[in-house]
């Protein structure tokens, strides 16, 4: 589907392209496309790095050792290691 779009782009780029300069306009565009998919993907990369660390600052609030559930959860565990 994504090829189909680029194909689409291409030909309106040529269309009205003199003939003399379609060299250079296919290396702008291939030079674009190359900057265009590296900018992509790290920022996706950066999106994904700060939700990570996002959700582990959230887990760890929860893992306090203050906190009455951490408490009761790690007696419980302990509880269930000392049975067996």
């Known amino acids: 589907m994504l090829e189909q779009f680029e194909k689409l782009g291409d030909i ?3 269309l009205y392209t003199p003939v003399a300069m ?3 306009v296919v290396g702008l565009l291939s ?3 190359n900057e265009g ?7 996706a990369q950066t999106m994904q790095e700060r939700r990570d660390q996002f959700h582990s ?4 609030e929860l893992l ?3 906190n009455a ?8 565990c ?3 290691i000392r049975v067996r």
């Open 12 to 14: 309106a780029a040529y």
């Open 22 to 24: 379609r060299e250079a």
């Open 31 to 33: 030079l674009l496309r």
């Open 37 to 43: 998919g590296s900018v992509g993907t790290s920022l």
């Open 57 to 60: 600052l959230r887990l760890g």
């Open 64 to 66: 306090d050792p203050f």
């Open 69 to 76: 559930t951490t408490l009761r959860r790690r007696e419980g």
């Open 78 to 80: 302990a509880d269930r």
